[in-house]
């Protein structure tokens, strides 16, 4: 259960506010990935990065904006976003290679006013 | 890209029946399915997968069974149990624009499976 790790746990944000989620990972992966996941819809992949580099962005919009700075660490930068963007925010971390098992944090519960 | 299509997106049984969820997917190059687990307020967790090599895998009362022909696979849980009761995702590979790292994958909708006493 503490593998990947997320804070902050709940974030309630008006639209006009700059805040920031971060993802750790104690497994020694070196891929990362920021998923949103809101109701009644699949999980939607938006971000992945491999050994620090975005491999992947599932054409999210720029008000969302990562940063990996080393393997271990994820963050996913917020601005300007809309009460649609309410949602559970989670991330992912996986060993690199493909067809590898992802272990997921617990999720940040994001609420825009 | 990937598809993937997940049936029935509710399902309720009796403890101790069989429970019986289905996935289709689109990609034929698509070749790990994993299933995960999420119960209210936690993270999705993984409870089993098989790669495309394999057409039936088990581990106690779960198990999963793969056509990749039909390009569908299943998960099936045997004398389901009160603590079985969650959301269950199914999700496959789907290409992604790096081949040296990191994979794809494409979830369906999710299944809420209630085991009732």
């Known amino acids: 259960e503490t593998g990947v790790t997320q804070t902050p746990r709940h974030l309630v944000m008006g639209m006009t506010n700059k805040k920031s989620l971060k993802c750790e990972q104690h497994?020694?992966?070196?891929?990362m990935y920021w998923y949103k996941q809101s109701a009644k819809k699949p999980l939607e992949l938006m971000f992945v990065?491999?050994?620090?580099?975005?491999?992947e962005n599932n054409s999210v919009p720029s008000r969302f904006s990562p940063e990996c700075p080393n393997s271990s660490h994820l963050f996913l930068h917020l601005h300007t976003l809309q009460p649609e963007d309410s949602a559970l925010y989670l991330c992912?971390?996986?060993?690199?290679?493909?067809?590898?098992?992802?272990?997921f944090g617990p999720g940040t519960r994001l609420t825009v006013l | 890209g990937e598809n993937v299509e997940q049936h029935p997106s509710t399902l309720s049984v009796q403890e101790g029946d069989s429970a019986v969820i289905k996935c289709t997917y689109s990609?034929?190059?698509?070749?790990?399915f994993p299933w995960y687990k999420q119960e209210l307020g936690k993270r999705p967790q993984l409870i089993i997968d098989?790669?495309?090599?394999?057409g039936e895998k088990k581990d106690q009362r779960i198990a999963v069974t793969l056509n990749k022909t039909a390009k569908h696979f299943s998960l099936h849980i045997t004398e389901t149990q009160p603590e079985d009761s969650a959301v269950y995702f199914c999700?496959?590979?789907?290409?992604?624009?790096?081949?040296?790292?990191?994979?794809?994958?494409?979830f369906g909708t999710g299944t809420q499976l209630k085991v009732e006493l």
């Open positions: 990609d034929s190059a698509s070749n790990y």
């Open positions: 497994l020694g992966h070196n891929a």
């Open positions: 990065y491999n050994f620090k580099e975005q491999t």
């Open positions: 999700a496959a590979t789907s290409q992604g624009v790096s081949t040296g790292g990191g994979n794809k994958l494409t």
């Open positions: 992912a971390s996986s060993a690199g290679t493909n067809s590898d098992t992802q272990y």
């Open positions: 098989i790669r495309s090599n394999v």
